[in-house]
């Protein structure tokens, strides 16, 4: 089974830019991977963003976009506020089954 | 509005069975795959399979292959998932979330939305 890789933690400034990203230990992260991006808070059930690596739903804010960055696919959030604090979890399908990554800690601070 | 309840917390000793349950409202229960995501405490997210509620067929996740059992009833629009020979490292919020079309595609509906979780504790 592939491992999805994900940075464990990162910081940003409110108001200012953060790219994370989502990478494959099978190779390059492809639209056929099916990209999904979930936004978890602490004691609350994850929360989809970005379905097919750039699709965003109704309830989600501009600031957040979806992209593919360097054979991983990324979420870029610009403009951080301080309700963006939260895990944040890539989702990549491989043949009917589907792997996590490790999710990401994003602190505004 | 589209909603997914979960059953209420259980409490489990080592080897034996749970069964959490989802029951979906809003939409047409048939026409949609179910996905059952768990979390251990402090964890991040583990997908352990889907059910396509339209024939009924599973796919799990290889780790869980042999101890997990995916069901629905259309009748009642529930599905269920039980999990046998529980370990301590089974100790996790499941999570039930519905999937894309069973028989047109769904992108969006993917994932979206989430039931609230069920707590499920191993503990001798």
């Known amino acids: 089974q592939a491992v999805v890789t994900q940075e464990p933690s990162l910081t940003v400034s409110p108001g200012g830019t953060v790219t994370l990203t989502c990478g494959s230990s099978?190779?390059?992260?492809?639209?056929?991977?099916?990209p999904y991006w979930f936004q978890q808070r602490p004691g609350q059930a994850p929360r989809t963003l970005i379905y097919e690596t750039f699709n965003k739903h109704s309830w989600v804010p501009a600031r957040f976009s979806g992209s593919f960055l360097g054979g991983k696919v990324a979420l870029t959030l610009s403009g951080a506020q301080l309700e963006d604090e939260a895990d944040y979890y890539c989702?990549?399908?491989?043949?009917?089954?589907?792997?996590f990554g490790g999710g990401t800690k994003l602190t505004v601070l | 509005q589209v909603q997914l309840v979960q059953s209420g917390a259980e409490v489990k000793h080592p080897g034996a069975s749970v069964m959490v349950s989802c029951k979906a409202s809003?939409?047409?229960?048939?026409?949609?795959?179910i996905h059952w995501v768990r979390q251990a405490p402090g964890q991040g997210l583990e997908w352990l399979g889907w059910?396509?509620?339209?024939?009924?067929?599973?796919r799990y996740a290889q780790k869980f292959q042999g101890r997990v059992t995916m069901t629905g009833d259309r009748s009642i629009s529930t599905t269920s998932m039980e999990l046998s020979g529980l370990r301590s490292d089974d100790t996790a919020v499941y999570y039930c979330t519905r999937g894309s079309g069973t028989v047109v595609p769904a992108p969006a509906a993917r994932f979206n939305p989430w039931g609230q979780g069920t707590l499920v504790t191993v503990s001798s």
């Open positions: 809003g939409y047409i229960f048939s026409d949609y795959y």
């Open positions: 099978a190779g390059v992260v492809t639209s056929g991977h099916l």
């Open positions: 989702l990549l399908h491989y043949g009917g089954d589907w792997v």
């Open positions: 059910i396509n509620l339209n024939d009924g067929a599973p």
